[in-house]
């Protein structure tokens, strides 16, 4: 079974540049997250989707990042325009579900360097 | 407010034994989660609690006191291979639009060395 997709693996722009990175997660997985990564840290939460509903996008920094799940399957994270601070890894991950045991599958991340 | 705590970093040699600790103040809790991350990778399942008590996977166990709000990882007959950072990461109580949601800790570097 193939695990989580994203790309592009690794992404260099220069700042006030837009950019989008796309996440397919587990087949039959209805939750899908995206979050952040910075060197040394723990991943950080920026968006939660049920099926094609953001239930969590709390943390989401909305001036300048969106993400959609059209049809409850593929996902796109944009950011417009881009700025040094988000050089960092944007993890995608998926679940069955969200709650309890539910387990999280993480893709391999997309490596942002913005200059 | 939610604070995860792990130390930065571990070294140990291979064969030996480590024990990783984390502990956490978080609003409600729904269990925790041990991910093993490699440098440049994406983070894999390594274990979950949700109970007080001990979970045994392998040459990898993880505990956890509620009450304490602590948690370890234990690693035995460790091996090159193991070298990698180790996420702690708490499940919120599954309450409004946070339900389910991970919260991780930094992350701990452990470093086997021969």
């Known amino acids: 079974e193939a695990g989580v997709v994203q790309s592009p693996r690794y992404k260099i722009i220069e700042k006030k540049q837009p950019v989008a990175f796309w996440c397919n997660p587990i087949?039959?997985?209805?939750?899908l997250y995206w979050y952040l990564q910075n060197l040394g840290q723990g991943p950080e939460l920026l968006i939660r989707y049920e099926n094609e509903e953001a239930v969590d996008d709390s943390q989401l920094p909305k001036d300048r990042f969106s993400a959609e799940r059209l049809k409850g399957v593929d996902s796109t994270l944009k950011i417009q325009p881009a700025e040094l601070g988000d050089s960092a890894v944007y993890l995608c991950?998926?679940?069955?579900?969200?709650?309890?045991?539910?387990?999280?599958?993480f893709g391999p991340g997309t490596r942002l360097t913005v200059l | 407010g939610q604070n995860i705590d792990q130390p930065t970093e571990m070294t140990a040699t291979e064969g030996a034994i480590v024990q990783i600790n984390c502990t956490y103040q978080?609003?409600?809790?729904?269990?925790l989660f041990w991910y093993q991350q490699h440098a440049g990778e994406a983070p894999t399942f390594l274990s979950y609690?949700?109970?007080?008590g001990l979970e045994e996977k392998g040459r990898f166990s993880s505990f956890l006191s509620r009450s304490k709000g602590y948690s370890y990882l234990l690693l035995k007959e460790l091996q090159m291979k193991d070298s990698a950072s180790y996420l702690c990461a708490v499940r919120e109580e599954n309450y409004g639009g946070s339900q389910g949601n991970l919260i991780f800790g930094k992350g701990t570097k452990l470093s086997v060395k021969p």
């Open positions: 609690n949700v109970l007080d």
């Open positions: 087949s039959g997985h209805n939750t």
């Open positions: 991950a998926s679940s069955p579900g969200s709650g309890g045991y539910n387990e999280q599958f």
């Open positions: 978080t609003s409600g809790f729904n269990g």
